[in-house]
């Protein structure tokens, strides 16, 4: 039975390499607690010819912002942040400039007001953390917190990040926070905010987005995603490539692990918060995290609606999502490029997929990794919410 669910789902990284453009692929899923399918294929690097493996890593942006989320949610559930209290409660300096309005649940449903990057940020600049969250600090909100969405493409780690942070009693690096109450306790290997240095080698060459032909529909003229995302920090391999950025926490950006490592971070939330008798979240908590958080607004970065949860993740139907299928009873979270994870708790379900091509979000019947999600479902015969 292994064999078979494995098979189709090769299958379909197969075809996405051989007949979609792929270079690189890994994917992985969890059933309950057991990790039922483990397949990759391709080009980690296609300059040298090294092959992916299961062991590979792979960059996969913002990915990392559904184990930050969790971080926040941990110190919520251990009583130490209360998600309707001011940010400056507890980042006294954040509450400047009418920022002292915005919530903890605001921040983690980007409605806090500070989604772009400082202005002078350089990929050195953005590795420094407490120049970060200085920078952020000062800024003035585009929005009073709390009253429209402003997607947090990168400053949502270091809002969240920080926060945990100041309520940590251990007073913790945050990319440490997440590797001793996330991973650690979860048995969860290769799952990075900020990689030491032993497994750079294992990381996957990125290749980058091509540039929009000539005439092509770009983005709406009053985005603002190249002042939330700037060219000088953007998501390219030229940035994110570079030892220094990937050994950075950058918890809003910046995730590096291969798909075992994020199927099984998924699977704990699939599995209500617990995964191996080790329970991080209470099942009442994890079973609020599929509930859109009203209203979807227009959203100046992406330039369309918000599509994000009140847990901070992505509900089915949101750009980018599209191998996630259409259970409305699942969540989880992309990245820039298209790599992405979920969880479905009805199904017990967990799945990771990860490539190197970096490609725009679009429609799911536009992206290379929608046949793949759908591979999985019928695999384990959950079809009927395939997109």
């Known amino acids: 039975m292994a064999e078979n669910l494995n098979s189709i789902v090769q299958n379909a990284i197969d075809v996405a390499i051989g007949e979609r453009g792929e270079i690189g692929v890994q994917v992985a899923a969890y059933v309950d607690d057991e990790l039922v399918i483990d397949q990759w294929g391709g080009l980690a690097d296609e300059t040298n010819g090294q092959e992916v493996d299961g062991e590979t890593l792979f960059p ?3 990915n990392i912002k559904a184990v930050t989320a969790t971080a926040l949610h941990i110190q919520a559930e251990r009583g130490l942040v209360d998600y309707y209290q001011p940010v400056a409660k507890y980042w006294p300096e954040f ?14 449903t980007h409605r806090i007001g500070v989604p772009l990057m400082p202005v002078g940020v350089t990929p050195e ?3 420094d953390w407490d120049w970060m969250v200085g920078q952020i600090a000062e800024m003035h909100p585009l929005f009073e917190p709390g009253t429209r969405s402003g997607y947090m493409a990168y400053t949502f780690g270091w809002v969240v990040g920080e926060i945990v942070r100041r309520t940590d009693p251990k007073d913790r690096p945050f990319g440490q926070f997440i590797q001793d109450e996330v991973c650690e306790p979860l048995g969860i290997t290769d799952l990075w905010a900020g990689i030491p240095p032993e497994v750079e080698p294992r990381v996957a060459k990125l290749t980058n987005v091509p540039p929009l032909p000539p005439g092509a529909p770009g983005l709406p003229p009053d985005s603002l995603r190249f002042r939330a995302t700037p060219p ?11 030892s220094d950025v990937r050994r950075a926490c950058i918890p809003g950006a910046q995730g590096i692990m291969n798909a075992r490592s994020q199927a099984r971070f998924w699977a704990m939330l699939a599995n209500g918060g617990e995964l191996d008798g080790v329970r991080l979240l209470s099942e009442d908590r994890v079973r609020t995290f599929h509930i859109p ?19 901070g993740f992505h509900f089915a139907g949101s750009p980018g999502m599209g191998a996630m299928g259409n259970n409305p009873l699942a969540f989880g979270h992309n990245g820039a490029g298209g790599s992405l994870g979920w969880a479905d708790p009805q199904h017990r379900l967990a799945v990771a997929i990860h490539h190197n091509r970096m490609v725009p979000h679009g429609p799911p019947e536009q992206s290379p990794l929608t ?11 959950m079809s009927e919410y395939s997109a």
């Open 293 to 311: 958080r009203p209203p979807s607004d227009y959203d100046p970065v992406h330039g369309v609606p918000h599509h994000g949860t009140i847990g």
């Open 125 to 127: 600049l953005m590795c």
């Open 371 to 381: 046949p793949i999600g759908a591979a999985v479902r019928t695999a384990l015969r």
């Open 60 to 62: 996969v942006f913002s």
């Open 95 to 108: 509450g400047k400039y009418g920022k002292d309005k915005g919530t903890v649940f605001d921040a983690l």
């Open 232 to 242: 000088e920090v953007g998501t390219t391999q030229e940035v994110f490539g570079r």
